[in-house]
């Protein structure tokens, strides 16, 4: 069994934190270099222009890249080999723990809050969570952040940061579809929805979709496929075949960078899939804009 200090996550979190909002993925600008050499709209590429050089502006500068650094969304995948300790453990013998040290999701939960709290303050980054959906009070440091958990094989602790902000966020849709509707209704639905949102989302997009599940899981695996290199292609040869259709069908919208026409409206479109009820076609999707604030780490 590999130990690992609670407090080394917390500092891997608050880096992952701060150079997200303020490093734009290289995937992402190398997709954006690619639309404005593609773009015919004058306009749409003037935009893009300007969030290439926005892009280096906020990493020159350590500034972030959008005003709204987004909710915290932490994807992990825990080694099985691997035990989260705090400090005071460190030396001790499993069996002399007490009932609240020896549970690794507490220590690693409460790790990774820690940072996302540090980040956030230190890096001077805007606090948009509210504690209560209704009362609306602040918490001023950005917490709680939403962790998804994955037990793996090893003795390695991988960490992913995604900054999700509300913009796009807002504009992600679900439906639960026929099994009748089938691909065709998959492909309306999302083109529906990129339609839906126009500009509000702030185009050009990351397009994540979760296809099969349940109500959750479609959602899951939707924002999940935002977690792949921009561009990149599912393995299966049929869901890639929709990803390339989606991609083709989203663009021909003409809704363009930041809804000013044009024919970059989506920098990617990712599907992700999962058995599903022989009853049920649940898609969910999951709209990013062009600030994907994405980081990884390993331990």
Not at 7 to 18: H, N, P, S
Not at 118 to 146: E, F, M
């Amino acid at each position: 069994m590999r130990r690992i200090e609670a407090d080394a996550i917390t500092q891997a979190v608050e880096r992952l934190c701060m150079e997200a909002n303020y490093f734009l993925g290289q995937d992402v600008i190398d997709a954006l270099e690619r639309s404005l050499k593609e773009e015919e709209s004058p306009i749409g590429q003037q935009i893009l222009r300007d969030i290439l050089e926005n892009a280096r502006i906020g990493g020159e500068e350590l500034a972030p890249i959008c005003q709204d650094t987004g909710f915290t969304v932490v994807f992990v995948e825990l080694g099985q080999e691997v035990e989260v300790v705090r400090e005071a453990e460190c030396g001790m013998q499993s069996a002399e723990l007490n009932p609240p040290f020896n549970i690794p999701n507490s220590a690693l939960r409460e790790a990774i809050t820690k940072g996302v709290a540090q980040g956030y303050t230190k890096g001077y980054l805007r606090a948009s969570i509210v504690q209560d959906p209704l009362r609306r009070i602040n918490t001023k440091d950005n917490t709680p952040p939403v962790i998804h958990v994955e037990v793996v094989p090893g003795d390695r602790l991988r960490l992913t940061i995604m900054c999700k902000g509300s913009g796009c966020e807002n504009m992600s849709r679900f439906a639960m579809l026929t099994p009748a509707q089938g691909r065709k209704g998959v492909v309306n639905f999302v083109v529906e929805t990129v339609l839906k949102g126009g500009g509000r989302p702030c185009p050009p997009l990351i397009v994540g979709v979760g296809l099969g599940g349940t109500f959750d899981q479609a959602a899951y695996i939707a924002k999940r496929s935002l977690l792949r290199p921009v561009g990149s292609h599912h393995t299966e040869a049929h869901i890639k075949e929709l990803e390339e259709e989606l991609f083709e069908k989203v663009n021909a919208t003409g809704v363009g960078p930041q809804a000013w026409g044009g024919r970059t409206t989506a920098l990617a479109v990712h599907v992700e899939t999962y058995p599903c009820h022989i009853a049920s076609l649940p898609v969910a999707v999951n709209i990013e804009c062009h600030s994907h604030r994405l980081k990884t780490t390993i331990l």
